[in-house]
C-alpha cells in the first residue's frame, strides 16, 4: 500500500490536562528544552457549560506544539483529566537527534530523575529515552537507528502480514535488530 500524499502535514498540537502549569512549563521548558510559545487564557461555553482555562503551547522543531490545559474550577479538572494510572504505553514519543536525546537524558538526570521516573530502551531501530512529567504522562524521547530507512522499508513491505500473523495467534517476535 503506497501512503497517500494527502495524509495531515505534520502535528499541530496534541492537547494534555495539567494540574500545576509551572510544574509542567519547568519540567517541559527548563528540563526538556521545548520553549513555552504562547499562554493563552480563556473563557468558553465547552460541553454545555463556561469553562475558564488556561493552556500553555510548547514548540516542535516542525511548528507543532504540546499543549497542556490547565481549568480554574477543581471539577473541571477531574471531568476533564484522564484517570488512566501513568504507564508505558500511555506515551507520547518525540522524535529527536542524537545530541538533543543527548542533552535530555543529561538534563533529566540532573533534575534528579531515576528509575522509574526515567530510563532508556534500546529497541534496535531506534534508542528511547523515557520521562515522567509533573502530570504523570510518559514522554518518550526517540533517536532512530542510522539505518532507520532501510529498517522502516522493511517494516512498510510486511506490515500488513505482520499484524495478520499476529491476530491470528502467532506472537514470534520479528524485531531482529534488537
Known amino acids: 500500500m503506497a501512503i497517500s500524499a494527502k495524509l495531515p502535514s505534520r502535528l499541530h498540537h ?53 499543549a497542556f490545559f490547565q481549568f480554574a474550577n477543581k471539577e473541571d479538572e477531574q471531568l476533564f483529566s484522564p484517570t488512566i494510572p501513568p504507564s508505558l504505553f500511555h506515551h507520547i514519543a518525540l522524535n529527536v537527534d542524537a545530541e538533543a536525546q543527548a542533552g535530555i537524558e543529561k538534563r533529566l538526570k540532573e533534575a534528579g530523575f531515576t528509575a522509574p521516573k526515567m530510563y532508556v530502551l534500546e529497541h534496535g531501530y531506534c534508542r528511547s529515552v523515557y520521562a515522567e512529567d509533573p502530570n504523570g504522562m510518559i514522554c518518550e524521547f526517540t533517536h532512530d537507528h542510522p539505518d532507520a530507512d532501510k529498517i522502516n522499508a522493511l517494516r512498510l513491505k510486511d506490515a500488513h502480514s505482520e499484524l495478520a500473523r499476529w491476530l491470528g495467534g502467532d506472537h514470534c517476535n520479528n524485531n531482529m535488530f534488537r
Not at 509542567?24 to 487564557?41: N, Q, S
Open 14 to 66: 496534541t492537547a494534555y490536562t495539567s494540574k500545576d502549569l509551572e510544574a509542567t512549563r519547568h519540567f517541559y521548558e527548563d528540563i526538556i528544552g521545548l520553549p513555552l510559545v504562547a499562554t493563552w487564557c480563556e473563557k468558553d461555553e465547552l460541553f454545555g457549560k463556561e469553562r475558564v482555562y488556561c493552556h500553555c503551547f510548547f514548540a516542535l522543531a516542525d511548528g507543532g506544539a504540546l
